[in-house]
């Protein structure tokens, strides 16, 4: 079945480092989607990638939806405590349905 | 906007009863709702796919008649744990999907249940 690989697993980082994790998928995927986890809470979407190629911002964080239509990164730049998290990326099986999720990055963040 | 509220945040139960657990979208109305399961350190696995006014569509591996879900209104869906046992015990995460965000999905903050 379909299935997402995200790396890397886990980083620990500075404040004011630069992040960046990706994901990969053996199939192509017309929909990107990276969410941030706190504990205890559900996931809140940062980033959704539409078109291959595609790059956006949120703030500190850009994505990309790769050409190939089956991997995106999200950068996150000069990073604060707060950043603290698991980062997932995800994707549709097919429009409209549930969504197949990456198994998170737990980005640590060090003041 | 896109808001998504559960209920409770919490439940702690003795084996053998019931739970109820509900997930409303507040400012939208989804036409599909899907339940998720997460346990510590892992990432969500979906459970059910959940649209309004028709049965649910459980993944393969879990039980229909041990995870009751209802989606009675394009606002409300409830998930039933019942019978819960121990191993029942884990985060349970909806998400919402309108019509006009047709691949976003928007999820609610989790319900922890505990099963004595």
């Known amino acids: 079945g379909q299935q997402l690989n995200q790396s890397p697993q886990s980083m620990f980082i500075q404040e004011g480092e630069d992040v960046s994790m990706n994901c990969t998928s053996s199939s192509i995927f017309n929909t990107w989607l990276w969410y941030k986890q706190d504990p205890g809470e559900g996931p809140v979407l940062l980033i959704a990638l539409y078109k291959a190629g595609e790059l956006t911002s949120n703030g500190r964080l850009t994505a990309q939806f790769g050409i190939t239509r089956k991997d995106s990164f999200l950068n996150i730049s000069a990073s604060i405590p707060s950043d603290v998290g698991i980062y997932f990326c995800?994707?549709?099986?097919?429009?409209?349905?549930?969504?197949?999720f990456g198994k998170g990055t737990t980005l640590s963040v060090s003041s | 906007g896109a808001v998504v509220s559960q209920h409770p945040s919490r439940v702690i139960c003795k084996s053998g009863t019931s739970v109820k657990i509900e997930c409303r979208s507040l400012?939208?109305?989804?036409?599909?709702m899907f339940w998720y399961r997460q346990f510590p350190k892992q990432s969500l696995m979906l459970m059910a796919t959940?649209?309004?006014?028709?049965?649910?569509?459980?993944e393969q591996g879990v039980e229909k008649d041990k995870f009751l879900i209802n989606h009675a209104s394009l606002t409300l869906s409830t998930l039933t744990v019942t019978s819960a046992h121990p191993e029942d015990s884990s985060f349970y995460i909806c998400?919402?999907?309108?019509?006009?965000?047709?691949?976003?999905?928007?999820f609610g903050p989790g319900t922890r249940l505990t099963v004595l």
């Open positions: 959940s649209n309004e006014g028709s049965k649910a569509t459980y």
């Open positions: 995800a994707g549709p099986w097919q429009a409209g349905t549930a969504l197949i």
């Open positions: 998400s919402a999907q309108s019509g006009s965000t047709y691949n976003e999905q928007f």
């Open positions: 400012d939208f109305q989804a036409t599909t």
